[in-house]
């Protein structure tokens, strides 16, 4: 192996971070445009760009929580994130274990950090089940920072049963 063998290989987990931020940054807009669409129908937008439903899927249960999560920051959030899949298993993990959420956080973070369009955040906040949660809670009179969520609960699509 020479000199030029290592320049050759380290390109490649570059590339690949740069099409997942792609990725994101286009599930982002597609969302930002969902006001009446169906998640699947959606989630179909983004996989015709991604060319991977198991990422789309991704995407769509992670971008809205990350919004969320990131917007409204009185609120203890958990960790944890469970997925249920079709056959009624459960896989429990860590958020701050999933490489995908931590790129989406970056994207979100740099999204937020321009200018802002309310509307196309409200369209993604809209798709968090954490910031309904949150929206409800708010309604019934807590106050926000008194509130905790629970664990981030994602159903899995069928493809992904092995």
């Known amino acids: 192996m020479g000199i030029f063998d290592l320049f050759k290989k380290n390109p490649q987990p570059q590339a690949q ?4 931020i792609q990725s994101i940054r286009h599930a982002i807009e597609i969302m930002e445009h969902a006001d ?3 998640h699947e129908e ?7 760009y991604t060319k991977d439903e198991h990422l789309a899927w991704e995407l769509y249960c992670l971008i809205p929580s990350a919004y969320c999560r990131m917007i409204v920051k009185e609120v203890r959030y958990t960790n944890d994130m469970i997925m249920i899949f079709p056959d009624d298993t459960q896989q429990q993990t860590l958020l701050s274990n999933n490489r995908v959420y931590k790129v989406i956080q970056s994207v979100v973070a740099d999204k937020l950090s321009g200018e802002i369009d309310n509307k196309k955040i409200q369209t993604i906040l ?11 809670a708010l309604n019934d009179g807590s106050a926000l920072e008194d509130l905790m969520t629970g664990p981030l609960v994602v159903f899995a699509p069928e493809k992904m049963v092995q």
């Open 17 to 20: 971070e740069n099409d997942l």
């Open 36 to 38: 009446s669409k169906s």
């Open 42 to 48: 959606i989630i179909e937008k983004i996989a015709q």
């Open 126 to 136: 809209f798709q968090s089940s954490e910031f309904n949660a949150i929206n409800n």
